[in-house]
């Protein structure tokens, strides 16, 4: 690997150490592997792994990628500078870090004076020795080393002398890489820049020229800044960012490189990525929120489902015109899209460009788009919210063209649920038996469910797996029920969404009823349904007028 050059700005992921630290976050070996090569795929140069050593998930991830090898990226291992008054040879930590064989090693050392003294409990000269000493050692090896300066800008501004001299300590024993952490993320980015012009000038750093070291930032997200500090950083001359997928990390989380990459590259020209690697960085966030089990967040800029989504129908209309009136860059060059959102303010804009996302080709001029506004606001006004429950909108739209495909009848279905005392709490154990009507042939089945939805959702996939065994692939991936009247007690209409999963995409259906089994009843189904759609192809669209649609399977 090259070291930087012209307008080259290295992306270290951390995502594997400090990202796994956020509350909620618990990564199996697998889970490790398979984010190391997605990141790999994407084109992320630098993937710290974890510290070897620290615990034995560690130190069989590494030993697994010498199985397993990445592609380009170079893996970097973690550790701490050796322990004070210790020899770093005999150091147990620092020989785990050996063993662990990466070409590249990150070390971080104390920049604080109050860390030094009140932390380790040793003196200023002792802390620059475990510095010289743990990077001389790894040098000595062959390692190639990225020094983190841990509370590097509180230990600028508490005591700017001493932590520049760690700095020297690091760059005399042979470091190639000093970043300069923001640890408790407390810095702003108008300091962040100043310090770092500071720390340009002592060391006389030209990004261009291989002699002098290479800076690079790491930042917190603490005050809600941590991705602008990363920006004003490599305008002032860092050439490495280090951050995680997703903002992920201790407390508030680390930069987020799916905000720091496209503003980089898109906005300050920088180089990050090449441009097909840049083209997976939405599916890549999507994918690796799936492996720790989060669910996206939908406002997450660039990479979040909403990020490019026109809601008011002056807005769709201008977009359809010309994209950029509302969106800041081309989605699609991350791997984004464009969304319309449908609402009751929608226009017949909104109409026209949704249905051209599902394959239909509509005109304002036709008068089943008016249909489908009048409809969409009719519903929206009953408690329907289509802008969160896409996929029962374009059921919707079929049904409106009298193209929606009906994969079985209902005839009925009953819930019985009990409460039952197991020590001191209550246990809930429901039944439901339904009835139901596929091609003409009847069937009755009943499950179990921790609760009546459950039960109801168990039952209802029973009886229809042996016509669409796809249904095994289903699974709900969230529940969400809300009170729309909530005067009305325990009468009121009742909204519920319901997420489900493939296991590859993610869709959101909605029920909307007075009696919640009957708003859940009507989501499940949905959501049933519109994946039966996406499996078998019945129903979809293929950039067809509405005269042109053939008529559905009897």
């Known amino acids: 690997m090259n070291l930087p050059s012209n307008n080259r700005v290295w ?15 618990s990564l199996s070996l697998e889970d490790k592997l398979k984010i190391a090569h997605k990141l790999d795929q994407l084109g992320v140069p630098f993937i710290e792994g974890g510290w070897p050593g620290a615990n034995p998930k560690d130190v069989q991830f590494f030993w697994q990628l010498k199985e397993e090898p990445l592609s380009q990226a170079e893996i970097v291992t973690f550790c701490s500078t050796r322990r004070p008054h210790k020899s770093a040879e005999n150091d147990p930590m620092l020989q785990a870090i050996l063993a662990a064989g990466t070409r590249w090693v990150t070390i971080f050392g104390k920049s604080w004076d ?7 409990k040793t003196t200023l000269e002792e802390n620059c020795a475990m ?6 050692l790894l040098r000595s090896q062959n390692r190639r080393v990225i020094y983190d ?5 509180d230990g600028y501004l508490n005591n700017r002398d001493y932590a520049l001299k760690t700095l020297e300590t690091a760059v005399e024993a042979g470091a190639e890489w000093l970043v300069l952490c923001d640890t408790n993320g407390g810095t702003l980015p108008h300091q962040i820049s100043s310090i770092i012009q500071d720390v340009v000038q002592h060391f006389g750093i030209n990004p261009h020229d291989d002699s002098t070291p290479k800076l690079g930032i790491h930042t917190h997200n603490d005050s809600d800044t941590a991705v602008a500090s990363s920006l004003v950083a490599v305008e002032q001359g860092a050439t490495m960012v280090q951050g995680t997928m997703n903002g992920y990390g201790e407390r508030c989380g680390n930069a987020n490189l799916c905000s720091v990459i496209p503003n980089l590259q898109l906005k300050l020209n920088y180089h990050c990525l090449e441009s097909e690697q840049l083209a997976k960085l939405t599916p890549t966030s999507h994918l690796i929120n799936e492996i720790v089990n989060f669910a996206p967040n939908p406002h997450a800029p660039f990479v979040g489902l909403s990020s490019f989504a026109h809601k008011g129908g002056i807005h769709v209309s201008a977009v359809e015109k010309n994209p950029l009136t509302y969106e800041h860059i081309d989605p699609t060059v991350i791997g984004n899209q464009r969304r319309i959102v449908i609402s009751d303010q929608a226009g017949l804009s909104n109409i026209v460009a949704k249905a051209r996302s599902f394959g239909m080709n509509l005109d304002k001029s036709d008068s089943i788009c008016k249909d489908i506004l009048q409809r969409t606001k009719e519903l929206e006004n009953q408690g329907y919210q289509f802008e969160v429950a896409e996929a029962s909108f374009e059921l919707l739209i079929y049904e409106m063209l009298h193209h929606r495909q009906e994969f079985f009848q209902l005839k009925g279905f009953q819930v019985n649920c009990d409460m039952l005392r197991g020590g001191d709490s209550l246990l809930s154990d429901a039944v439901a ?7 003409g042939e009847g069937i009755l089945e009943a499950a179990e ?10 039952a209802l996939r029973k009886a229809l797996a042996k016509f669409y065994p796809e249904i095994s692939d ?19 209409t009742t909204r519920v969404l319901v997420e489900s999963s493939d296991g590859k995409d993610r869709w959101t259906t909605i029920g909307v009823s007075p009696n919640i089994l009957d708003a859940s009843y009507q989501a499940v189904v949905e959501g049933i349904e519109y994946g039966l759609l996406k499996q078998t192809g019945e129903g979809l669209f293929s950039e067809k007028s509405p005269t042109e649609l053939i008529s559905p399977r009897e």
Do not use: C, M
């Open 131 to 136: 510095i010289r000493d743990t990077i001389a």
């Open 11 to 25: 992306i270290y992921d951390t995502t594997l150490r400090d990202g796994s630290q956020q509350e909620g976050i």
């Open 474 to 492: 289903f699974h709900l991936t969230d529940y969400k029920v809300r009170i729309l009247d909530s005067t009305s007690g325990t009468d009121a």
């Open 114 to 120: 109050l860390h030094v003294k009140e932390g380790l």
């Open 149 to 153: 300066a841990e509370h590097w800008f």
């Open 449 to 458: 469910g921790n609760g009546p939805v459950s039960a109801l959702d168990a």
């Open 433 to 439: 038996t339904i009835k139901v009507s596929v091609n």
